[in-house]
């Protein structure tokens, strides 16, 4: 068995320029909520995903735009792990 019982992993690629604003963190959440209508009514012996139960994570642009996510979408964040990712690329 692998992952977490119970969880669904979820990695997007961008779409976009340099960033996950706008377009990519659009993009991101539109395949969310495309798993989300995937696994709705059961998909064999998974559990459905929800959309709005959320652990972003990412590395480098990833976590730029995790931590971008997760402060724009408290409600739906379960928390934020990101590994060298920045908040404006100015600073980065």
């Known amino acids: 068995e692998f992952g977490v019982r119970g969880a669904w992993v979820l990695a997007p690629t961008r779409q976009g320029a340099h960033n996950w604003e706008g377009t990519g963190q659009r993009s991101s959440f539109a395949a969310l909520e495309a798993l989300a209508d995937f696994t709705r009514g059961g998909w064999g012996k998974f559990k459905e995903a929800d959309p709005l139960r959320v652990l972003f994570a990412g590395h480098s642009m990833g976590g730029h735009g995790a931590a971008l996510a997760a402060a ?10 990101t590994a060298a990712g920045w908040i404006r690329k100015e600073y980065y």
């Open 72 to 81: 724009k979408y408290p409600d739906l964040s379960l928390g934020l792990a």
